[in-house]
């Protein structure tokens, strides 16, 4: 980009249409209810790693409307657990490459994320998530308050701010990417490959046969269905309640905000898991910033304003020069949570249902690499090894993911 | 910041409140006789409609005491506030 170009002249033209807008049909051999990233990366895998291709994707509104439309982008795969590492950094190398794969510009931008200690004991459990990450062949490292100073020369690293900078974690090979680009790239591939993406399809039951699922009830008529995906992210328990199935996730209210656009100023993600804010800079140059969840459970779309009071506070004293950025917007997402802060990914106690919920704040950086394994899992009706640890019954059987150290945003 | 009604203190700013999550749940007659799942379900396993949902609210800034609300979960309105002892009420 040189001088003269305005800001995002560079992204590449708005688009004609992508897909097609087909009628159901009767019967599909796999239905996947949600047109979100992850219904949508689900199809694209099925029909490129699978051959299957007599697929629907049904969507209550718009393709890629909720979560997917208003995310804050972030793609990490710095976990520190061996289950978490292993589905995000799948999910990373497949990030890598997928501009390729799906043949459409997504401006993945590698430009590292930093995320900042604030205490002795952030500092010793950042090291600990940093060596954790190096075993499972993860890039990270540990740099203190001047090398977070020159990866992002806008971090105030003063000791006299109520929470010192004592150094971050540094994943360099995180980035962001276009959330839309994304959503349209997974959705022309999937339509050109014959699956069917139905919008404004509405699922408002099941017809079961004991242990199966025989259709969905939709607000554009029953279609039935070999093999049923729920993708509904914040959404699912009102698809699983209809089902009779109890999840552990609750509904909670995210909030993000976006400023006017400005200069590059912010050439890395800082996140910080103390002070609840997360920072990045568009392609075209808005700061995206993104804060905890509310802590009601919530369907509503919005939040609550002190949370973002607090996180305005949070990003002031972090940012000093953001207290002269205009706020252009705020949306509030709907984030499944479960108790252990991990995913849940996998079988149900119907035969040919399976769940995907519960991704919490997680979900955009997962979209490639959970899709390529709930494909997997769909077509070979087995749980794919990065996700079997994932399964509804961990909560039984106690084998719990307890992932809030590196989930980063309150839970 | 929406008001929330302490059945105590009366209208007071939501930043006062804590939640927390869903009313009702009642810890297990007989514990021993539990298996993995019924306790799994116990410790994990809350209802999240959307819609009416009956909840526990804590007045941590103000008198500091539990209550139950029951709150629309998807326009966020309270639609009554009730103390612990008191049965949920029936709203239509």
Same mark, same amino acid.
């Given at each position: 980009?040189? #001088?003269?170009? @305005?800001? +995002?002249?560079?992204l590449?033209?708005?688009?004609?249409?992508?897909? %097609?807008?087909?009628? @159901?049909?009767?019967?599909?051999?796999?239905?996947?209810?949600?047109?979100?990233?992850?219904?949508?990366?689900?199809?694209?895998?099925?029909?490129?790693?699978?051959?299957?291709?007599?697929?629907?994707?049904?969507e209550?509104?718009?393709?890629?409307?909720?979560?997917?439309?208003?995310?804050?982008?972030?793609?990490?795969?710095?976990?520190?657990?061996?289950?978490?590492?292993?589905?995000?950094?799948?999910?990373?190398?497949?990030?890598?490459?997928?501009?390729?794969?799906?043949?459409?510009?997504?401006?993945?931008?590698?430009?590292?994320?930093?995320?900042?200690?604030?205490?002795?004991?952030?500092?010793?459990?950042s090291?600990?998530?940093?060596?954790?990450?190096?075993?499972?062949?993860?890039?990270?490292?540990?740099?203190?308050?001047?090398?977070?100073?020159?990866?992002?020369?806008?971090?105030?690293?003063?000791?006299?701010?109520?929470?010192?900078?004592?150094?971050?974690?540094?994943? @360099?090979?995180a980035?962001?990417?276009?959330?839309?680009?994304?959503?349209?790239? =997974?959705? %022309?591939?999937?339509?050109? #490959?014959?699956?069917?993406?139905?919008?404004?399809?509405?699922?408002?039951?099941?017809?079961?046969?004991?242990?199966?699922v025989?259709?969905?009830?939709?607000?554009?008529?029953?279609?039935?269905?070999?093999? !049923?995906?729920?993708?509904?992210?914040?959404?699912?328990?009102?698809?699983?309640?209809?089902?009779?199935?109890?999840?552990?996730?609750?509904?909670?209210?995210?909030?993000?905000?976006?400023?006017?656009?400005?200069?590059?100023?912010?050439?890395?993600?800082?996140?910080?898991?103390?002070?609840?804010?997360?920072?990045?800079?568009?392609h075209? +140059?808005?700061?995206?910033?993104?804060? +905890?969840?509310?802590?009601?459970?919530g369907?509503?779309?919005?939040?609550?304003f002190?949370?973002?009071?607090?996180?305005?506070?949070?990003?002031?004293?972090? =940012?000093?020069?953001?207290?002269? #950025?205009?706020?252009?917007?705020?949306?509030?997402?709907? !984030?499944?949570?479960?108790?252990?802060?991990?995913?849940?990914?996998?079988?149900?106690?119907?035969?040919?249902?399976?769940?995907?919920?519960?991704?919490?704040?997680?979900? =955009?950086?997962?979209?490639?690499?959970?899709?390529?394994?709930?494909?997997?899992?769909?077509?070979?009706?087995?749980?794919?090894?990065?996700? #079997?640890?994932?399964?509804?019954?961990?909560?039984?059987?106690?084998?719990?993911?307890?992932?809030? +150290?590196?989930?980063?945003?309150?839970? | 910041?929406?008001?929330?009604?302490?059945?105590?203190?009366?209208?007071?700013?939501e930043? $006062?409140?804590?939640?927390?999550?869903?009313?009702?749940?009642v810890?297990?007659?007989d514990?021993?006789?539990?298996?993995?799942?019924?306790?799994?379900? /116990?410790?994990?396993?809350?209802?999240?409609?959307?819609?009416?949902?009956?909840?526990?609210?804590?007045?941590?800034?103000?008198?500091?005491?539990?209550?139950?609300?029951?709150?629309d979960?998807?326009? /966020?309105?309270?639609?009554?506030?009730?103390?612990?002892? $008191?049965?949920?009420?029936?709203?239509?």
């Open positions: 980009m040189t #001088a003269t170009q @305005p800001p +995002g002249a560079h590449p033209d708005h688009p004609d249409f992508l897909w %097609r807008n087909p009628e @159901p049909k009767k019967s599909y051999d796999v239905v996947i209810v949600g047109g979100g990233g992850h219904g949508l990366a689900t199809a694209h895998y099925l029909a490129k790693n699978h051959g299957i291709t007599n697929v629907a994707v049904l209550k509104g718009w393709l890629a409307g909720g979560n997917m439309a208003r995310n804050t982008t972030l793609i990490r795969s710095n976990y520190l657990w061996d289950e978490s590492a292993k589905i995000y950094e799948h999910a990373l190398k497949l990030w890598e490459g997928l501009e390729d794969d799906l043949d459409y510009p997504i401006l993945f931008s590698q430009r590292g994320v930093l995320n900042l200690a604030h205490s002795l004991q952030d500092v010793r459990d090291v600990r998530r940093v060596e954790a990450n190096k075993l499972n062949g993860i890039d990270a490292e540990w740099v203190g308050p001047d090398e977070v100073k020159k990866l992002c020369p806008l971090v105030n690293i003063s000791s006299d701010i109520r929470y010192p900078v004592m150094g971050a974690t540094y994943q @360099p090979r980035g962001i990417a276009k959330h839309d680009y994304v959503a349209w790239g =997974f959705a %022309r591939r999937a339509d050109e #490959a014959g699956i069917d993406i139905i919008q404004n399809c509405e699922v408002t039951g099941f017809v079961t046969d004991g242990n199966k025989t259709g969905v009830r939709t607000s554009r008529g029953d279609i039935a269905a070999g093999q !049923v995906a729920l993708c509904a992210a914040g959404h699912t328990s009102t698809l699983t309640d209809m089902l009779g199935i109890r999840t552990p996730v609750q509904s909670h209210p995210l909030q993000a905000l976006v400023s006017e656009l400005l200069e590059p100023v912010h050439p890395t993600i800082v996140m910080s898991n103390a002070i609840h804010v997360y920072v990045s800079q568009a075209k +140059g808005e700061l995206v910033m993104g804060a +905890g969840v509310d802590s009601y459970n369907y509503g779309q919005r939040g609550a002190h949370i973002i009071e607090r996180q305005m506070a949070a990003a002031v004293e972090l =940012f000093p020069v953001f207290a002269r #950025a205009h706020l252009l917007r705020t949306w509030g997402g709907i !984030v499944d949570v479960c108790p252990d802060a991990s995913p849940i990914v996998g079988r149900t106690p119907y035969d040919n249902v399976y769940l995907n919920c519960g991704w919490g704040t997680g979900g =955009f950086k997962a979209t490639p690499g959970l899709g390529w394994c709930l494909a997997d899992t769909i077509a070979n009706d087995e749980p794919h090894e990065f996700i #079997a640890p994932f399964s509804l019954d961990r909560f039984v059987t106690g084998a719990l993911v307890d992932e809030h +150290g590196a989930a980063a945003v309150a839970h | 910041m929406q008001l929330i009604e302490c059945p105590w203190c009366g209208s007071r700013e930043t $006062e409140f804590h939640y927390g999550g869903e009313a009702h749940v810890y297990p007659d514990p021993a006789s539990l298996n993995d799942e019924q306790w799994a379900h /116990y410790v994990f396993f809350r209802a999240n409609p959307k819609g009416l949902f009956a909840e526990r609210w804590n007045h941590s800034a103000g008198c500091r005491r539990w209550f139950n609300a029951v709150r979960t998807a326009t /966020y309105r309270f639609h009554s506030v009730y103390r612990l002892d $008191e049965q949920k009420p029936t709203i239509s």
